[in-house]
Structure formats: C-alpha cells, structure tokens
C-alpha cells in the first residue's frame, strides 16, 4: 500500500470518528422570541443534534424526510468508509479498481456535505432576523470537520489500473 493510500486511509478513519460526535452532540439551537407590551416573550428555544432531529422528524409522522436524511448523511456516509479499507487492502488491482468506482458513485450520493451547508445556512438565517436567533454547536462542527477529513480522505486515494498484459509496464 503507498503512503498516500495509507494516509486516506488514516483519514477515513479520523473522518468516522469525527462523525459519530457530529451526529450526536447538539448541532443548532434555534430560539424564537416576540415583543409583546415591551416583554421579550419566547416563542421556541430548541437544540437538536443530527440524530434528535431525524428521531423529531420521526416522531411527527416526517418519516420520508428521516429516512432521507439517515440514508445521506450516516449510511451512505458510512458505507464509503467501510470500503476504503478493502480498497486499499485487496491485491487485486481490479477488483480494487471496481470497489473504488462503487465509492466514486456512492460520493455522489453522500449529503453530508450539502447538510452540513444547510445547517450553515439556517444559523446565517437565524442571525439576520429580529426575532430569530441561531447558534452553532459543537455538533455542527463536528459534522464539518467531518465532510472536509471525508473529502481530503476520497481526494487522497489512488487506484492504478491493472496491467494489461503480458508487456505492460
């Protein structure tokens, strides 16, 4: 294995250990407020995680929402770690090489990142407004952390194609 697989490997690995934190821990606080009679009156105040949010969009009856959101951003998440090992461990060039194009299109599927700039965006949105405040997590970046250490990871590794013959170099 060359020391460039080595190090994607080292980062998928630090990429799910930084996911399981920005799964879990709080990742947004939104708080509502309403003047009334010169009182600041709190209308909502709530903080969820990755997972709180999708178990809350559960238990409202949001399943194809929940679903989505487990299915993009924790398994698909997952699934292209999971392989990276077997990529950068098969002796096998082309089954390697095969491996890596089913991660290839599995990036392509991945949320991950895409949640994560949501979250950014819903905390730039609830700063702008009078009665809306938003404020990030230590959830929120975690997850980040995560996208980027993910990214690094899949953008680091390399697959050489098999030889072609009996005369290929």
């Known amino acids: 294995m060359t020391i460039r697989n080595r190090l ?29 009679f010169g009182t600041t009156r709190e209308l909502s105040n709530e903080t969820r995680s990755v997972m709180g949010a999708i178990q809350s969009l559960h238990a409202t009856g949001n399943d194809v929402v929940a679903g989505l959101i487990v299915l993009f951003s924790v398994l698909v998440p997952l699934a292209k770690a999971a392989l990276l090992v077997p990529i950068c461990t098969v002796r096998d060039r082309a089954a390697a090489l095969r491996l890596h194009g089913v991660v290839q299109a599995l990036s ?15 905390l730039l949105v609830g700063r ?42």
Do not use: H
């Open 128 to 169: 702008g407004t009078a009665n809306l405040s938003a404020v990030a997590g230590p959830g929120f970046y975690w997850f980040t952390a995560y996208c980027l250490v993910s990214n690094a990871a899949f953008q680091l590794l390399r697959v050489e194609p098999p030889a072609r013959g009996p005369l290929a170099p």
């Open 108 to 122: 392509k599927w991945s949320m991950a990142d895409v949640f994560a700039v949501g979250m950014l965006i819903a």
């Open 8 to 36: 994607a490997l080292a980062l998928a690995l630090l990429s799910l250990i930084l996911l399981w934190p920005g799964l879990v821990e709080p990742a947004l606080t939104i708080r509502a407020t309403m003047e009334l």
